[in-house]
């Protein structure tokens, strides 16, 4: 090994997770990392900046079955050489390309790993970033993936007009939160629901939901929607899944749609919840959708178009929660499923 | 009252049902009917020729919730002299027409009443009848309501391609059946289920699905479905709901979709069965639309310029199970939901 051998802070998985994933359930390690882009590979070598808490990612903890599509690789399933760090969406500085269309310097936004320095292949960087004047870290979240699921969802698979009455599951989340205020932007009337009063404060508040509550506070969901969608939703959001969307099905009004996000309210359940009113998909002619945002990347540059001037005139706003530190990601992941953070879940790893 | 007074049987709901409805539910009585339209009505006059028995009606028999569509009216609360029958798709031929629209003799189709004889406004029939060089009891099945609901559900809402993997459940019913065909036409694989041996044999010898089989000898449905779609499924066409969705859901391929046409498993129930594999919808990006065929009527002329030549080819089968007399009608309703009938469920009230 040569001088450019460094140490390289890592977060691993230690065994496949049932249940809810504790912090416990990672390590926090110390491999190293020989900082070069091997001669004749076409690899690219980052310094991770900022890492992003996904819900998704709790799927690739569980034990891989053919009903779900991968999963990380734990330390008791690897040789300990090969230990592998999570992987997840992040935004990162290329040291050094082996590929023609980065170079040294270069900010990016894609998937990379859960530690200092990663070498990665070219196709798992997504995109280069053009537009530095805002902050970096939104590029985990407005201005990434979550950005996209909220744009893709609420506009490609929504398909909203004007009048619509919107809700909106987790909604002061990542991807929940912008939804909410696309949903505005879009003449909508759009309801709010979250684990807690600081939450529905910020919906409320900050980001411009007509409406909000605290699903932890009602004991009656389907109550909670008639009061505030006395004549049905046209649109629901769907980010939780279970109780929740039991609830909605007999509250949608005539030709609705269901964007399903996500259903993180269900990924840690080992059975999860049975949804009893999907007749109501029938009498109401609703419409439900699972997407995913892979397959709407090439809208990026017209979403762009459309987010940046929105968060510099301040017309769109973001809440991030941000977690100092690599050693600290393993916690901040946790707390994205029993609900602790505030928006945006961000691990800083370093900030330039 | 005067000349034209004539006797009328009909068919009237005792009382709204829970769970499976018996042939008691029913009761068979004798009203009169005077053979004219009120001066200056628009309304029609009919004589009733084939009544149609649809899984849906059992949805009309249960107490009105603010869920469902709607109920019929029981003798148990309506007055003894406004007592009504059943309502229902049916075939009947104008003895009398308010309307300009009709005139006697003409053949319609439309929504009738569970009776011998029938006034009923001019926008419950739905087409007159201008090829009858058919079974007139068509109309009530592949020229009718059932046969534009598999002609929407498997092409306007299921988008087949060419090599698409079909699956279709309840598949030698009314719509299944036809579903099934226009699979094999637009060069699908289809594969059927059904609740006997005579029925999957049906779907094999003569409705030519590729495969079939009988979901109450497989214990464990996800490998049955697994053994006849080792790839997955593009479209399922959902008549079932329940159990038979929750094994379908994880078999699903990407980008699959599920129009939902019915749910029959399910309406006798007083809790639905919860369906548990939603995530799938989210893992394998899967719509999944409930769907009415009454949104969709405006295909009509162009179905029959499909259908009517197929039928006359023999390229297209259709089987149907006839009950003869009006008497019989509630035993022919009520073996819809123990999948008695083989085919498509018709009563006759009268041939002409």
Not at 188 to 209: M, Q, T
Not at 328 to 343: E, F, I, K, Q, T
Request: aromatic letters at 10%.
């Amino acid at each position: 090994m040569g001088e450019e051998v460094r140490k390289n802070k890592q977060v691993v998985l230690n065994d496949y997770v049932s249940g809810f994933p504790k912090e416990s359930d990672m390590k926090f390690i110390e491999g190293t990392i020989e900082l070069k882009v091997p001669e004749g590979s076409d690899q690219i070598l980052l310094k991770n900046l900022y890492l992003s808490c996904d819900p998704y990612m709790r799927i690739l903890m569980s034990k891989p079955t053919t009903s779900t599509f991968g999963s990380y690789v734990p330390g008791s399933v690897s040789l300990a050489f090969q230990m592998q760090p999570l992987t997840g969406y992040g935004v990162a500085k290329v040291l050094e390309s082996g590929h023609s269309d980065y170079e040294k310097g270069d900010l990016v936004w894609g998937f990379s790993k859960w530690e200092e320095y990663s070498l990665v292949s070219s196709n798992q960087i997504l995109f280069k970033i053009k537009h530095a004047d805002v902050p970096l870290s939104y590029y985990t979240g407005i201005l990434g993936m979550p950005g996209m699921t909220a744009y893709a969802g609420f506009y490609e698979i929504g398909t909203p007009k004007k009048g619509d009455r919107v809700f909106v599951s987790a909604a002061s989340g990542a991807v929940g939160q912008l939804v909410g205020q696309f949903a505005k932007l879009a003449g909508c009337y759009v309801v709010g629901s979250a684990g807690s009063k600081e939450k529905v404060d910020l919906l409320k508040n900050k980001l411009g939901f007509d409406e909000a509550f605290n699903y932890k506070e009602e004991t009656d969901l389907d109550a909670a929607l008639k009061r505030y969608f006395p004549e049905g939703i046209d649109i629901y959001f769907e980010n939780v899944g279970g109780k929740t969307l039991d609830a909605v099905l007999p509250n949608m009004r005539l030709h609705g749609r269901i964007p399903v996000c996500g259903m993180v309210s269900q990924y840690n359940l080992g059975q999860p919840e049975g949804v009893t009113n999907l007749a109501q998909l029938i009498f109401k002619r609703v419409r439900m959708h699972g997407f995913n945002v892979g397959d709407h990347y090439h809208l990026y540059p017209k979403f762009l178009e459309l987010v940046l001037p929105l968060i510099k005139e301040g017309k769109i706003v973001y809440v991030e929660d941000i977690a100092e530190g690599l050693e600290n990601a393993p916690a901040a992941l946790v707390g994205l499923y029993s609900g602790r953070n505030v928006g945006k879940q961000v691990v800083v790893v370093a900030r330039e």
